[in-house]
């Protein structure tokens, strides 16, 4: 058994809308999209044009920047428009997909253990594969050329109304380790899972003996226990110039299928979580697959605000958007666009707040239906202490992000912003009651960075 | 609550900006967010707020100032019934705290409140709710006989000078309750300092009694420390002093809201009681033999009680803005405060102030505090590195 790392810094959002362990399996679509703004910083050259037919695992697009960075088709198909946004950039690529008969670029399979590291970068790259591996600091898709301290796996999530990864895994095992065995190689051995602390020992779904039990570690505690940033900062903090790279559960499984079946299926379970979806559970899609196609009827009556994601870092996207590249989530919550009367001085049962100024504090088991109001206006930084209590990490918040607004690029440095990614100071943000977006001063602090490199 | 609502959202288009009367948006924002918390929903980022915003926190500290307010009000009655040795019921003694402390109070939320919105709307910013606390400290830590043009001026400088010109709300580097206070000290000292603790209005067939004395238990120290009022008097309040310092029970009852809300540093309230008690103590083992008298003899737990300690502990130092930001900064802070307060009182019976002056002192050197502790942290980051 590996080691323990306790998380007391942190706090669980308990909310209305978990799913339920269902898989429903759905249909293919008619239209299938990929969306190069799902990738960090690409900026895509078409390998395609309307009308050519392409088979799941064909290449659609690279990157003008970094050529070997395939993008490849979830499904095979016909090309049936290039949807351009402001400037010419490319918006999407929408595909009429075949419904009943995929077609997949063949790979070769079951290969694995005879292929080299280089062979295995090239196999990844070449089936798009490539694209689930990221890294930190920055939060980009890996750079194939580059020596990695090591390879993280959070193999939980923690974040609201999350999903349960160990249940996803487990309807795929085979597929994981398969996946788990090419990453091992990749990385040299130098692989990092981070589990959940259940006090039940190994989950059933992780393959020790591909890991060495030092590699095994254990979280316990609220929220952000399971970001894989938090897991990096406790197990190998990241220097200037030190590169990790991390891949979700779920995308091991994709690369374990591209292994053992020689294909780029690139199906994944999804939660559907929320206040206002009528059934919240998991469900079979595919990647590019319409969020209309995947919600159809569960969304209930009003106002909603939909989330690829989770509530704390998940991106607002529209019906008529498509599940983008690295979702695992989708959350439905209702808006909230409406006044509260006197809303600064009412004991609020139904607030949710860190603080305890309302009264709700004195309920902790209860779960809320909270809606996107900002319950309050953007204020000067007032309050001190409060980012500290949410931050499980050896930084000093406020003073990263005033270094930051200050674009002190030494000072970012020495206060560790190549540890960071925004997804880490979502809590900071909830928690705010100056209301500043504490999230997009750090994107901003990360582009800075980027652009003295 | 609709039609209130309704009217809101129909004068609303006037004050938009552009409108006829864009230039008073702030002002009208103030009052329409005073009303009503906004509908505006998350943008960028988190998708769901903590209900906490500036408003509820000032609303907090309000509520936890109150008890002081309260008991203020009560005992300005009780002195000046006893200064004349009158038998009046605790009826008598509310009655005439709210005639003398209400005006200071209307008097400090007008003024400073009226600084607020025509800096708001002069600059085109939103109003803050900083002052909303300011407008009740200020009263509560000045003499009930205060004349109330000083307490308009005070108001005006602290907000001036001790906030907007460094940009508002969360921008100031010192309290701004205790620049105003600070500024009448320094600037008018007969008003405060001497006999007017207690509000000697002429009472009707009657004259002061022999017995009465101006000085406040601070003056007494100084002299002779057990000529002292009883500890439990000055535990509950029962002495002369600003409007709302004398109480330390009503300032714990402010603490334990402070502390339970969330909205206040218990690391400061505590770390400021613990340095007074250790230098109180400390003094204790070398005072001079020869002189019993002397200050330094004084039992450590009596600073606590004295003046303003609670008060300035509670809320005074305890103010985000003007404290150290950081976790180890604040105990530094505090601990500063609650040994220097001691040795200021000890030492320098000119200023029996010292309260005020050295928690504004602190507030000036709480950057450099939290430099080095950031700097401490910085460094240790780079040692792990080179591990």
Redesign the interface.
Known sequence: MGSTITIRRGYDIKLKGEPEKVIAELNYPDIVACVPADYREVKPKLKISPGDTVQAGQCLFTDKLRPELRFTSPVSGEIAEIVLAEKRRIREIRILADKNNIHYVEFPKNDLATLSRQDLIHRLLESGCWNYIRQRPYSLIANPEAAPKALFISCFDSSPLSPDLEFIISQEKENFETGLKALVQLANGNVHLGLPQKGNGIPSYCPDHLIPEKNIHYFKGPHPSGNVGVHIHHIAPLQKDEIVWYVHPQDVIIIGRLFSEGRYRADRVVALTGSSLTKPQYIRVLTGQPIMNILADNLAEGDHRIIQGNVLHGAQTLQEDYLSFYTNHITVIPEGKEPAFLGWLLPGLKKLSLSRSYLSWLMPKRKYTLDTNKHGEERAFVMTGQYDKVLPMNIYPVFLLKAILAKDIEKMEALGIYEVAEEDFALCEFVCTSKIEVQKIIGEGLELMRAEE | ?KP??RLVDKFKPHFAKGAKYGKFHPAFEALE?F????????A??????????????M??VIIAILPTLFFGIWNVGYQHYLAYSMEMSHMDYILFGLQKVLPIVIVSYAVGLGVEFVFAVAKGH?I???YLVTGLLIPLILPVTIPLWMVAISAIFCTLLGKEIF?????NFMNPALLARVFLFFAFPAFMSGDIWTDLSPEVGHAIVDAYSGATNLVTFDTDYTQLQTAADMFWGFEQGSIGETSVFACLIGALILI????G?WQIILSVFIGAGLTGLFFNSVAPADIPTHAMHTPFYFHWLMGGFAFGAVYMATD??S?A???SG?WIYGLLIGALIVVLRIFNPAYPEAVMLIILLLNVFAPLI?HMV?QR??QK??R??QQ
Request: proline letters at 4%.
């Open positions: 609550m209130l609502l967010t009303l009503f918390t906004p509908g505006d929903t998350t960028n980022g988190v998708h769901v707020r903590d209900a906490m915003d500036l408003k509820r926190t609303m907090t939103s803050s709710e900083g940009g508002g709300t969360g921008m339970v809300s969330g909205v540093s985000p803005v404290a930001h950081t976790e604040k939290d950031v942290h910085i980051r780079l792990r590195a």
